[in-house]
């Protein structure tokens, strides 16, 4: 690992990338509104990043760039078939200065692969679930609540940590907030709320479909007293209920519309076909595949991921409202 000052991911704002997501699939088997199109268009299979693509990749982020974090995405990462032994290949960077391996899933197929994938030496798991309401979830996304629900509590049972986020988005489900939270506190789940963004592929996206993090702490002081915990490095805000029987259950919110959190952003995202994007909302990209595969050397790949990563702009704070992007959510990765 890196720990050259000189040698670490910065952009020319000076923010210091330490968290790379990293998509294994634009596939997913979910149409969540906010986030694929109605007809997707997968991409072909030689245009995906291949195992050992990734596992390159990963190494010179953790070894030459100072990544500390890898979060695996998607579209959904569990259609991956070879999802465990990318798991178990990355997980070994843990010896070379991987901190942290995460992954973000819809818990569909996490039944199946819980056990596999904690095996392997996944440390965590991001479950999205937009409404606990299973006709309402149906509608939102097309597939069924029971399997997602069985993910989570496969994760539990084998000591997988989980958090569930929960985008929300007006007229939709901000309904879902209070019995997603008491829900979330029975199942003894840290749960976090997200601001839509505009990045749905729909084009449905407007400011006033976004909750706002006061609307959503209004709705939650319907039921219960709440208090601010103190900011940590993530970019949730974190709060605490009070009393009651939920009293102690941790929840989160993440304002990326109401309180862009730009400013201290460390994170870059690498496409499930091998493009660098700096940002979210980012216009374009390096493409790393044609690299791979013309046979560059470490120091071509890093010298790519390096400039794409300095030439980052500040980010939605500096052009907030929809963005038109050539790439979709499921492609980026969340
Ligand atoms: N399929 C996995 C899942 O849903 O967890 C991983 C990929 S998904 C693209 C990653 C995250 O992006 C999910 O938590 C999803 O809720 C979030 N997301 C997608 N579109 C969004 C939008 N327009 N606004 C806010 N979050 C969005
Ligand atoms: Fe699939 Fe995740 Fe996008 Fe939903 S948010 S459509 S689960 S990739
Ligand atoms: Fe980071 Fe871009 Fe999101 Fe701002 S909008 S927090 S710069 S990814």
């Known amino acids: 690992m890196t720990t050259d000052p000189q040698r670490l991911l910065q952009d020319q704002h000076g923010r210091v990338k330490r968290k790379m997501r990293l998509s294994l699939t634009d596939r997913c088997q979910f149409r969540c509104q906010y986030c694929m199109p109605e007809t997707p268009k997968w ?52 010896s070379q200065g991987l901190q942290k391996l995460s992954m973000t899933s819809n818990a569909a197929r996490l039944g199946e692969f819980a056990a596999p994938l904690k095996a392997a030496g996944l440390d965590d798991v991001n479950i999205s679930l937009d409404a606990i309401d299973a006709e309402l979830f149906k509608t939102l996304t097309k597939a069924p609540l029971q399997p997602v629900l069985e993910g989570i509590a496969a994760a539990k049972k084998v000591g997988l940590p989980v958090k569930v986020n ?26 976090r709320f997200i601001e839509f963004m505009p990045l749905d592929s729909g084009h449905v996206w407007d400011e006033s479909l976004v909750v706002t993090e006061t609307e959503i702490l209004n709705a939650v002081s319907e039921q219960h007293s709440v208090q601010v915990l103190p900011k ?15 009293g102690g259950q941790v929840f989160g919110v993440i304002p990326t519309i ?19 994007f700096a940002c979210l909302f980012s216009q374009t990209g390096t493409e790393l595949l044609p690299l791979l595969r013309e046979g560059a050397d ?37």
């Open 43 to 94: 991409l072909p299979r030689d245009a995906i990043l291949r195992q050992e693509e990734i596992l390159r990749i990963a190494t010179l982020a953790v070894t030459q760039l100072g990544i500390t974090h890898i979060r695996l995405t998607g579209g959904e990462p569990l259609l991956r078939k070879d999802v465990v032994e990318i798991t178990t290949e990355l997980a070994k960077l843990k």
């Open 166 to 191: 929960a985008v929300l988005m007006k007229g939709q489900n901000q309904d879902q907030i209070l019995p997603m939270l008491n829900w979330a506190a029975a199942e003894n789940v840290e749960l």
């Open 232 to 246: 940590g490095h993530e970019p949730a805000t974190r709060y605490q209920l009070k009393n009651g029987p939920s």
């Open 258 to 276: 109401s309180h862009a959190f730009c400013g201290s952003c460390d994170r870059i995202r690498i496409t499930a076909k091998g493009t660098v």
């Open 298 to 334: 470490d120091e071509t790949l890093t010298k790519a991921i390096r400039g794409d990563i300095w030439n980052k702009h500040r980010g939605y704070i500096d052009h907030p409202g929809y963005v038109e992007r050539p790439i979709t959510m499921h492609a980026m990765g969340g």
